[in-house]
């Protein structure tokens, strides 16, 4: 069997090149959020400590958001990847301006050593009413 994640021909076997999410899960927001954590299971902590989830050795090689609604007056949402406790690259920030039922990517890279942990941060700024209603994924090599 040949394992997911690793591209090319070598002699005489090919491996195909496989990302797979590594979670999804929906979240909705509201102007007097702040800042939230969440596992990979989707379920939101303001304290991160609780949402740590380790991982295999790898890289997220894309963060995804589904923007299903949004009815904040104002400010924005933004998604941050998070590695061991510090945001990384991957970041996708919505505004209150962005049209609904649009899928917004980060493409950067980010590898993980095998006990390395992960999760994600929500931060919502600048509003003083509304929601708005995410659906987030990361795929993962």
Same mark, same amino acid.
């Given at each position: $069997? !040949?394992? #997911?994640?690793?591209?090319?021909?070598?002699?005489?076997?090919?491996?195909?090149?496989?990302?797979?999410? !590594?979670?999804?899960?929906?979240?909705?927001?509201?102007?007097?959020?702040? /800042?939230?954590?969440?596992?990979?299971?989707? +379920?939101?902590?303001?304290? @991160?400590?609780? #949402?740590? #989830?380790? +991982?295999?050795?790898?890289?997220?090689? =894309? !963060? #995804?958001?589904?923007?299903?609604?949004?009815?904040?007056?104002?400010? /924005?949402?933004?998604?941050?990847?998070?590695?061991?406790?510090?945001?990384?690259?991957?970041?996708?920030? %919505?505004?209150? !301006?962005?049209?609904?039922?649009?899928?917004?990517?980060?493409?950067? @890279?980010?590898?993980?050593?095998?006990?390395?942990? $992960?999760?994600? =941060? %929500? /931060?919502?700024?600048?509003?003083?009413?509304?929601?708005?209603?995410? +659906?987030?994924?990361?795929?993962?090599?």
């Amino acid at each position: $069997m !040949l394992p #997911c994640g690793h591209s090319g021909q070598t002699g005489s076997v090919v491996i195909v090149t496989q990302t797979m999410p !590594l979670f999804g899960f929906y979240s909705s927001v509201t102007y007097n959020t702040g /800042t939230l954590f969440y596992p990979l299971n989707g +379920v939101s902590n303001v304290a @991160e400590s609780a #949402c740590r #989830c380790y +991982v295999p050795a790898g890289k997220s090689v =894309k !963060l #995804c958001v589904y923007l299903r609604a949004i009815s904040l007056n104002a400010g /924005t949402v933004t998604i941050t990847l998070r590695k061991n406790g510090a945001d990384t690259t991957q970041k996708i920030t %919505v505004t209150w !301006l962005d049209d609904v039922d649009t899928l917004i990517t980060d493409s950067d @890279e980010v590898s993980f050593a095998d006990g390395d942990y $992960m999760d994600i =941060k %929500v /931060t919502v700024a600048g509003a003083t009413s509304g929601a708005a209603q995410l +659906v987030i994924t990361s795929h993962w090599q």
